[in-house]
């Protein structure tokens, strides 16, 4: 078992590693308030080099844009914060590493940057393949404390990204 994670988040790590090692497939994470943790998991069980492609931390604006091509008037129109913003990162990352499979994380963990239409805990996710099916996520895990939403994200993603492959 891990020793960084819960035994969960490892459970789920093994999971989508061994998935897409059956179907012959990389993945790739495309991070915002996670910062990176997905990536982290996924790293953390040994032998995941023949699975695990990259990970990007895009954390600004300007990151997703550059790194992911999120386009601007997404940003503009819907926020960082989005259903349409975590689509087009995992798109973005798709297209990026060249990989089977893609997950983004996009959300407010807090303590702070909240707001009534965005509160503390609200995480957008999405998981896309090749095929383009992208699948899509809101939670809103309240103001648990910015660990445990990070944490609650990076099991939320893990299972989508798990989702995702097995669709494939």
Request: charge should be positive.
């Given at each position: ?17 061994a ?5 012959g ?37 300007v ?5 992911l091509?999120?386009p ?29 499979a ?18 503390v ?11 383009h ?14 660990t ?20 494939t």
């Amino acid at each position: 078992m891990s020793t960084l994670f819960s035994a969960t988040i490892d459970d789920l790590s093994r999971q989508v590693l061994a998935e897409a090692r059956a179907r012959g497939i990389k993945v790739v994470t495309a991070e915002s308030c996670t910062g990176g943790l997905v990536g982290g998991a996924l790293t953390d069980i040994a032998g995941s080099s023949d699975v695990f492609e990259r990970g990007y931390i895009t954390y600004s604006n300007v990151a997703k844009m550059q790194v992911l091509g999120v386009p601007d008037d997404i940003l503009k129109d819907h926020g960082a914060v989005s259903m349409q913003c975590a689509s087009a990162m995992a798109h973005g990352a798709l297209r990026a590493a060249a990989a089977g499979a893609s997950v983004a994380i996009t959300g407010i963990a807090g303590p702070g940057g909240g707001s009534a239409a965005k509160p503390v805990g609200l995480v957008h996710f999405a998981a896309a393949t090749p095929s383009h099916k992208v699948i899509t996520l809101e939670k809103r895990f309240g103001d648990a404390g910015r660990t445990m939403v990070r944490l609650l994200s990076v099991e939320t993603a893990l299972g989508l990204l798990l989702s995702a492959i097995r669709q494939t």
